[in-house]
């Protein structure tokens, strides 16, 4: 049984440019999370989706960011007119529904140049 | 606002000592508490949680200690070993909400 798979692994985008980052959860598993890591910081949350909905977006930047899971294939999350700021990296974790035990990938660690 | 508070933030221990890490959280809420562990380029893992209805929980040489009137729980690892080394979360979440909550995280070096 594959993990949460993540991709890509890194990625470099110039300021001002678009960063996409998806996410497949693990087989069966229905529910979605994207998490950011700052250097040296904890794991903060930033959305959870199910198929085709956000359940709670409380985490997200309210401009440039967003997150769809659609009905066929990975989450995204996207970054519009990334920033240095931006720079970090995203986790995406799965769990079956109602389970309390979330599993995350290995991360994209995005670099704005 | 920190819900859940951890420390130390860095950890040296000697390989066969006890690593303890402490965790403190504030929201009376929060029915789960996992501890992950992550090596350095991956994601974290999950190790080991307690629900607050149990004071201890052990596997293998992990164990988490709860203290709910304190609304602190502990990760101890026995006999650590230099494979140990990594940094580790406690975190904390409410059933129903999915959102989990994590500390800061503790780097722990084990050193022969």
């Known amino acids: 049984n594959a993990g949460v798979m993540q991709n890509p692994r890194h990625l470099v985008r110039r300021r001002g440019q678009e960063a996409r980052l998806r996410c497949s959860p693990m087989?069966?598993?229905?529910?979605v999370y994207w998490y950011r890591q700052l250097p040296e910081e904890g794991l903060k949350f930033m959305v959870y989706?199910?198929?085709?909905?956000?359940?709670?977006e409380s985490g997200m930047p309210k401009e440039r960011f967003s997150a769809e899971f659609p009905k066929e294939g990975p989450s995204i999350l996207r970054i519009q007119q990334v920033v240095r700021g931006d720079s970090a990296a995203y986790f995406c974790?799965?769990?079956?529904?109602?389970?309390?035990?979330?599993?995350f990938g290995p991360g994209t660690r995005l670099t704005v140049t | 606002q920190q819900q859940v508070k951890q420390s130390p933030q860095s950890l040296i221990v000697q390989k066969g000592g006890i690593s303890i890490i402490n965790c403190a959280y504030e929201?009376?809420?929060?029915?789960?508490f996992p501890w992950y562990q992550q090596f350095p380029g991956k994601g974290p893992a999950l190790l080991i949680a307690?629900?607050?209805?149990?004071s201890e929980k052990k596997e293998g040489r992990f164990t988490i200690s709860f203290n709910k009137s304190a609304k602190q729980f502990s990760l101890h690892i026995m006999d650590s070993q230099p494979g140990d080394s990594a940094t580790y979360f406690c975190?904390?979440?409410?059933?129903?909400?999915?959102?989990?909550?994590f500390g800061i995280g503790t780097k722990l070096q084990v050193i022969p």
């Open positions: 974790a799965s769990s079956p529904e109602w389970a309390y035990e979330q599993y």
């Open positions: 975190a904390a979440s409410i059933r129903g909400y999915q959102k989990v909550t």
């Open positions: 989706l199910q198929k085709e909905n956000i359940i709670d």
């Open positions: 307690i629900r607050p209805d149990v």
């Open positions: 087989k069966g598993h229905s529910h």
């Open positions: 929201n009376t809420a929060f029915d789960y």
